[in-house]
């Protein structure tokens, strides 16, 4: 079965860059949509950024241009970063990775996403 696993998190200073991975097992890479969501406290979860199972990468506003996804496969998994940079208070969140056997984009709801990862956290100060 697919199984995510995010690491990376940590506590940066605002204008700071971090890295997050997911190691996503038990899937073929080309048939999944995978990418980032993030859920601060009081807030609802929300896309981050999202590679489709056709190679459409879709970022939310809020990190267009200091935000990067991408992803390695190797024979065994697909590791999905995501590069953050300049770094502001409000990226702070926990992170989830997730991944969908459909096409999707940053604007599809969580729900529409049939794994999710333990999360990692963000903290921005």
């Known amino acids: 079965h697919v199984q995510l696993v995010e690491s990376g998190g940590g506590s940066v200073q605002t204008g700071g860059s971090l890295r997050l991975s997911c190691a996503a097992t038990g899937l073929t890479a080309s048939m999944y949509s995978i990418g980032w969501f993030r859920q601060a406290p009081g807030k609802v979860r929300e896309g981050v950024a999202i590679?489709?199972?056709?190679?459409?990468?879709?970022?939310a506003d809020s990190v267009t241009d200091r935000f990067t996804i991408s992803k390695e496969n190797t024979r065994t998994k697909m590791t999905v970063y995501l590069q953050m940079s300049t770094l502001k208070a409000e990226d702070t969140a926990m992170y989830y990775c997730a991944a969908s056997r459909r096409k999707r984009v940053v604007s599809n709801p969580p729900q529409t996403f049939d794994t999710w990862g333990q999360g990692t956290q963000v903290t921005v100060s």
């Open positions: 590679i489709a199972n056709d190679g459409e990468i879709t970022y």
